[in-house]
Nanobody, 111 residues
C-alpha cells in the first residue's frame, strides 16, 4: 500500500487549498478513506472520511461547511478541498487507509 499526498503549502487566512492523495496497492474503490491532521503539540485528529463509493462523508465539527472530501475511483485519488482557511487549520495533513498512512503534507495558514 502506498499513499502519496500533495497540495499543501502556505496560504493566507480565508484562502483555499486542495490536497490530493494518490493511492496504490489495494482495491481503492472498495474502501473508505480518511484525512487526518496533526498540529504541533497536538494529537492527530480525524478531519474527514469518505465511503468507498463516495456517497457518504463525515467531517470534524471544526471543518464542517469549509472542507469537502471527495474521491475519483478512476484515478485512485482522494481529495480534500479546504476553503475559508483559518490559522488553526495549520497542521500536517495525512491520508489514511486502515493502518496505512501517507508521508503527510504541510498546510500553513498565516498572514
Amino acid at each position: 500500500v502506498q499513499l502519496v499526498e500533495s497540495g499543501g503549502g502556505l496560504v493566507q487566512p480565508g484562502g483555499s487549498l486542495r490536497l490530493s492523495c494518490a493511492a496504490s496497492g489495494f482495491t481503492f474503490s472498495s474502501y473508505a478513506m480518511n484525512w487526518y491532521r496533526q498540529a504541533p503539540g497536538k494529537e492527530r485528529e480525524l478531519v474527514a472520511r469518505i465511503s468507498g463509493a463516495g456517497f457518504s462523508t463525515n467531517y470534524a465539527d471544526s471543518v464542517k461547511g469549509r472542507f469537502t472530501i471527495s474521491r475519483d475511483n478512476r484515478k485512485d485519488t482522494v481529495y480534500l478541498q479546504m476553503n475559508s482557511l483559518k490559522l488553526e487549520d495549520t497542521a500536517v495533513y495525512y491520508c489514511n487507509y486502515r493502518e496505512s498512512w501517507g508521508q503527510g503534507t504541510q498546510v500553513t495558514v498565516s498572514s
